[in-house]
């Protein structure tokens, strides 16, 4: 089970930290992503890290302002991120792979997700 938090309603240049708690899973051998989802857009990947939190991969246009990172004692993934703006409103989600080594964006490559925690950014 993952269950992400963290989301609300921020102004534009705002930060944000998401987390994602996990459980029912070995967390530590599990590469962790984040998606996120806007309204009457498809599902796309914001970032992974692996089981070991060694390699992290980003899409492109959200490297300078997002970064993910995990907490293998706590079994939580978080993605902090910095200068929000209104197109970064989204339902985020958290995902969990059981390829430990895997930074693929794939949403066929993850094995669970978590409800979602919006995030809506106001100019």
């Known amino acids: 089970q993952l269950q992400a938090f963290g989301g609300g309603l921020v102004q534009a240049g705002d930060s944000l930290r998401l987390s994602c708690a996990a459980s029912?899973?070995?967390?530590?051998?599990?590469?962790m992503g984040w998606f996120r989802q806007a309204p009457g857009k498809e599902r796309e990947f914001v970032a992974v890290i692996t089981a070991s939190g060694m390699s992290t991969n980003y899409e492109g246009s959200l490297k300078s302002r997002f970064t993910i990172s995990r907490d293998n004692a706590k079994n939580t993934v978080h993605l902090q991120m910095n200068s929000l703006r209104p197109e970064d409103t989204a339902v985020y989600y958290c995902a969990a792979k059981r390829d430990p080594y895997g930074v693929g964006p794939e949403l066929f490559l993850y094995d669970y997700w978590g409800q979602g925690t919006q995030v809506t950014v106001s100019s």
């Open positions: 029912g899973l070995t967390f530590s051998r599990s590469s």
